[in-house]
């Protein structure tokens, strides 16, 4: 039996993309709306069984506060939310909030559905890596804030590195896949998952976190490796 869904996203097209894949296998999907800041008062009227909301940011103090709405209006209805591979503490913010669930933005869709499944279930829809890591970091905080760069690094393959290099470097599609040897469809689908894998919707805010975490202050000795396999 199908989920009465919204689908809620500051990327319209990724809600819409994420909606109609939903619909294709059997849910009724109720809105795919853009941009999260009018996402609770939607759905408090809407009133599905599970909303999807979209962040780009799950640290960022105030993020969650659709999510308190909804769970106070609505608290029939289960929010997962859909982010980027966060700090613990993002997550642990998520729960907090009321939701139920933390899937990834980079997640295959029958992982989302199986998310969804358990989110209108009643049960805690996160991958248990992510939640052990939430738990694990509020038991025993660091002693230094999180390298944002660091961390964004640790995210992205090789490839994925020298390919974020080359965007920030203002290289468009058919030079990336000149300069890395491969086919200009194979250089998109690693641009977006780059972009997936940051959280952002356009090249030029890739290139702009990059730019403002330092990340492309610690690529040298991983954009080298995978060069030097291509």
Request: glycine share 10%.
């Amino acid at each position: 039996m199908g989920v009465r869904l919204m689908v809620v996203d500051d990327h319209r097209l990724l809600a819409e993309a994420l909606a109609s894949a939903l619909k294709l296998r059997g849910h009724r999907v109720l809105a795919a709306a853009a941009p999260v800041a009018g996402a609770a008062d939607l759905v408090i009227s809407r009133a599905p069984e599970v909303c999807l909301l979209g962040t780009a940011a799950p640290a960022e103090a105030g993020i969650f506060d659709p999510v308190v709405k909804i769970r106070r209006e609505r608290p029939q209805v289960a929010v997962l939310v859909l982010g980027p591979v966060p700090s613990p503490r993002g997550i642990a913010a998520a729960f907090a909030a009321g939701a139920s669930g933390y899937v990834r933005h980079d997640e295959r869709i029958e992982g989302v559905e199986r998310a969804i499944m358990k989110a209108r279930a009643g049960e805690a829809a996160v991958a248990p890596q992510l939640l052990q890591g939430a738990f694990g970091e509020l038991l025993n905080p660091a002693a230094q804030p999180d390298d944002e760069g660091q961390r964004l690094l640790r995210m992205l393959t090789p490839r994925e590195v020298e390919v974020l290099v080359r965007v920030a470097d203002g290289e468009d599609t058919r030079l990336i896949a000149e300069g890395m040897g491969i086919a200009p469809s194979t250089a998109r689908t690693h641009v977006q998952r780059v972009l997936m894998k940051l959280g952002v919707g356009s090249r030029l805010e890739a290139a702009a976190l990059a730019a403002r975490t330092g990340l492309l202050d610690r690529v040298g000795p991983v954009l080298g490796t995978a060069r030097s396999g291509q």
